[in-house]
Nanobody, 115 residues
Framework: QVQLVESGGGLVQAGGSLRLSCAAS????????MGWYRQAPGKQRELVAE???????NYADSVKGRFTISRDNAKNTVYLQMNSLKPEDTAVYYC?????????WGRGTQITVSS
């Protein structure tokens, strides 16, 4: 099992910045890719950004140039730096860890961007 604990959510004005953190514990050696997903009310959960154990990254088009994902393998933590936030970024953000077997999810953290 892998446990994921997110932190760093909150309320911010448009144009502002936030940094999310996700700390992994448990059978962490099985983790390949870690990422962030988000789900807005009435919408499906979507990928925001992901990073492999080797450091390769992938971003949703809507966040490219504004969000940066990074990973500290020594601390088993993944970060999402979010700049130039927009009201449409408002959602619950979930941390995800992929293994060769199951995927694991955090409980989510709310991000609200006011206009």
């Amino acid at each position: 099992q892998v446990q994921l604990v997110e932190s760093g959510g909150g309320l911010v004005q448009a144009g502002g910045s936030l940094r999310l953190s996700c700390a992994a514990s448990g059978i962490i050696f099985r983790i390949n890719t870690m990422g962030w997903y988000r789900q807005a009310p009435g919408k499906q959960r979507e990928l925001v950004a992901e990073i492999t154990s080797g450091g390769s990254t992938n971003y949703a088009d809507s966040v490219k140039g504004r969000f940066t994902i990074s990973r500290d393998n020594a601390k088993n933590t993944v970060y999402l730096q979010m700049n130039s936030l927009k009201p449409e970024d408002t959602a619950v953000y979930y941390c995800n860890a992929r293994t060769a077997g199951p995927n694991f999810w955090g409980r989510g953290t709310q991000i609200t961007v006011s206009s």
